[in-house]
């Protein structure tokens, strides 16, 4: 069956409200880890996951930021207006470039108590850092579709708009994590290792990661690389579709150096694990990538995004990933560059073949999810027998909860 014609219908799961994680656990790498294994299933906790991974191997984790995406404002009557950074202004080429920003920012916002808010309408927000005083305002400019396009100006005008949002702003939790963000939250729905502000998402497999398992996987002689995906809103938009044609996925960035895609490419054809859903998509968007820029080597860096169905409707069936990556690394060369970001709306659902990795560490996603098809995708029908034994044996499921490592080989 080709994936447009996939229903959300025949991935769903009974998930209990009890089954939910709202609160991580006091220790990240305490949490379970479920390992399957070609049809085996066995379970540790995450401490123990350098174990189950081969020695020269390499490992691959996203480092993007959560953004505190969150900004509450006090109009003069009281009301309150949640203005929720979603994507940046078209006017910005990327993310990165939208984040260091000073003095001024556009940006496209769901906003919550819009109908308290009127157009041209200017918000401020006051607060102090290090014994100075700060101010942000925020002014509605229009709607685009669902979103609200929002202009920010700020005092001091030298800081970025990155830092802005650290000091002023809220840690986003998933929608079904209903309850407010604590100071908790701030330092737990983040990877130890996360480096590049621009997500609203945390890539959530990696927040069982400690320096104690990174020490573990460094004495096994595993190799630790980084590629960057910006998770977006559209991570938690529910499949509403009667099939996965009518589905529009969301763009994501990717920004990868040139120095990570060359270790990627040293460890093409042995084991790699990609830690995260996030990390997979980024992985196989990158041989997708390089098959455009081995069919096309002038490609421009518009063409080369991904499309939903690229890797569907592109022939590759003789392109190793050797090949691919290789391609995209000489494309690369060829524009001078020592860093690629685009996007990707990659799509990966039953049907299609990974091409990259052959471990996946991952959490336990929601029913009826673009996330849950890229599990069954990695691992076939046996998805629901991983799910059903996390259900039966008291795994945490979600952002917050535990996870699991499959393995293909």
């Not at 009557?77 to 202004?89: D, N, Q, V, W």
């Not at 460094?218 to 559209?234: C, P, R």
């Amino acid at each position: 069956m080709h994936p447009k014609n996939i229903s959300i219908l025949d991935y769903t799961y009974a998930l209990p409200t009890e089954k939910i994680a709202f609160h991580p656990l006091e220790k990240r790498d305490q949490s379970k880890l479920l390992i399957y294994n070609n049809g085996d299933i066995q379970t540790d906790l995450y401490s123990g996951i350098a174990n189950y991974l081969p020695s020269d191997s390499l490992i691959v984790f996203n480092d993007t930021k959560v953004m505190e995406a969150r900004l509450l404002f006090k109009k003069p009557t009281g009301a309150t207006i949640e203005i929720f950074c979603l994507e940046h202004g078209t006017v910005y080429p990327d993310i990165s470039t939208a984040m260091t920003q000073r003095g001024t920012v556009q940006w496209q916002c769901l906003i919550g108590g819009a109908s308290k808010w009127k157009p041209g309408q200017i918000l401020e927000k006051h607060w102090q850092s290090e014994g100075k005083d700060h101010v942000l305002h925020a002014r509605y400019d229009g709607k685009n579709g669902d979103c609200f396009n929002i202009s920010f100006t700020w005092e001091p005008y030298e800081l970025s708009f990155a830092e802005i949002l650290h000091q002023a702003g809220v840690m986003p939790l998933p929608p079904y994590i209903k309850r407010e963000a604590t100071t908790e939250d701030a330092g737990r729905y983040q990877t130890i290792y996360a480096d590049k502000d621009g997500s609203v998402a945390a890539p959530t497999a990696g927040l069982h990661f400690t320096d104690a398992i990174m020490n573990s996987l460094k004495n096994k002689n595993i190799e630790t690389s980084y590629v960057t995906l910006h998770v977006g809103a559209g991570t938690f938009k529910p499949v509403k579709a009667s099939t996965m044609e009518e589905h529009p996925m969301h763009a994501e960035y990717i920004d990868i150096r040139i120095d990570s895609l060359q270790k990627l490419i040293n460890y093409t054809g042995k084991n790699i694990t990609a830690v995260g859903t996030t990390s997979l998509r980024t992985l196989e968007s990158l041989y997708w990538m390089g098959v455009k820029s081995l069919v096309n080597p002038t490609i421009t860096i518009d063409e080369i995004s991904i499309n939903q169905w690229d890797a569907y409707e592109l022939a590759a069936d003789n392109i190793s990933s050797s090949t691919a990556l290789n391609a995209l690394l000489k494309w690369m060369q060829s524009q001078h560059s020592e860093r690629l970001i685009t996007t990707t709306r990659l799509l990966i659902a039953p049907g299609y073949k990974i091409r990259i990795a052959n471990r996946l560490v991952t959490n336990f996603h929601q029913p009826q999810s673009t996330l849950l098809l890229l599990v069954a995708a990695f691992i076939g029908d046996d998805w629901r027998k991983v799910y059903d034994f996390a259900l039966e044996n008291d795994f945490r499921f979600l952002s917050y909860g535990d996870g699991c490592l499959l393995q293909r080989v």
